[in-house]
């Protein structure tokens, strides 16, 4: 059976974003996997993922299924798909 990452949601974000370090910090506390993409270092990435996304903002955060990336959002939407306060 080949590995698969089914379920594991994508951060793409920035080091210094406190969105982007609050995202992290509550996957983790509900031990939920995630990657994080640090795109500081790229202007031209960072402006890439805004167009293929179609977001704006930092973080932008995808779930991933089969062989696709599902955006959720950014930090306030990842909130609302788990119906979490922020002040966990």
Known sequence: MAPTCEGVFIIYGITDCPACLRAQADL???????????????????????????????????????DEETLIGGYDDLLKLFGWSGKI
Do not use: C
């Not at 805004?50 to 973080?59: A, D, G, L």
């Open 28 to 66: 983790m506390q509900h031990d939920i996997e995630y990657a994080f993409v640090e795109t500081d270092f790229s202007k031209k990435y960072r402006e890439f993922l805004k167009k293929k996304f179609n977001w704006s903002t930092f973080p932008i955060i995808v779930k991933l299924s089969g």
